[in-house]
């Protein structure tokens, strides 16, 4: 993605205020995060970005909170919510969160526009050059009754009951899910 847009940067500056801060942690990553994008600028916005950039995931949940569709991540071989880079064309991160949960389960719903949690971890996108995913992360609200399909960067797509999630989940998956409960 090449210069993203003063509105999605502006979104972003938004989203990082209005991000949790309900640990000393919490805060210390949105301050650090809204302070890096002063720096850093548009350019953390874009996958080229290193050592570090933003991305977008959600966590899609049936209408009841009762189950979740997780992604057999390719690259991780874990399961997690969908989620990833932003791109052109994204106006918001609220709305590349839901694009991206479309491309790798299938299903459409409605993305909450506040975000749930921010999450710093291992990016695997291109390693040694990019440490960290400073992943912004978002709910998405779908019929359960949507039969999800995989794609070709997630082999594997399905409903998982919140309370039965697979043992072979990624870190962070239980926190989100119990934030996007939460939130309902």
Avoid: N
Wanted: glycine share 10%; net charge negative; proline share 9%.
């Amino acid at each position: 993605m090449s210069g993203p847009d003063q509105g999605l940067v502006d979104d972003v500056r938004r989203v990082l205020s209005s991000a949790p801060g309900g640990s000393p942690e919490a805060r210390f990553e949105r301050e650090a995060w809204s302070a890096l994008l002063e720096r850093v600028g548009p350019a953390l916005l874009t996958r080229e970005r290193a050592p570090s950039h933003l991305t977008a995931s959600a966590a899609v949940l049936s209408e009841d909170g009762t189950q979740t569709c997780l992604i057999l991540h390719r690259k991780v071989g874990l399961w997690l919510q969908p989620g990833g880079h932003i791109e052109g064309g994204d106006a918001s991160l609220a709305e590349a969160a839901a694009r991206e949960a479309g491309e790798e389960t299938g299903l459409s719903g409605v993305v909450r526009p506040e975000p749930v949690l921010l999450s710093r971890h291992p990016a695997p996108c291109a390693p040694g050059v990019v440490d960290w995913h400073l992943d912004v992360q978002f709910v998405l609200v779908a019929s359960a009754d949507q039969v999800p399909r995989p794609s070709d960067e997630t082999p594997q797509v399905a409903w998982w009951p919140v309370d039965a999630l697979p043992p072979d989940r990624a870190g962070g998956v239980d926190e989100l899910v119990a934030a996007a409960r939460a939130a309902l």
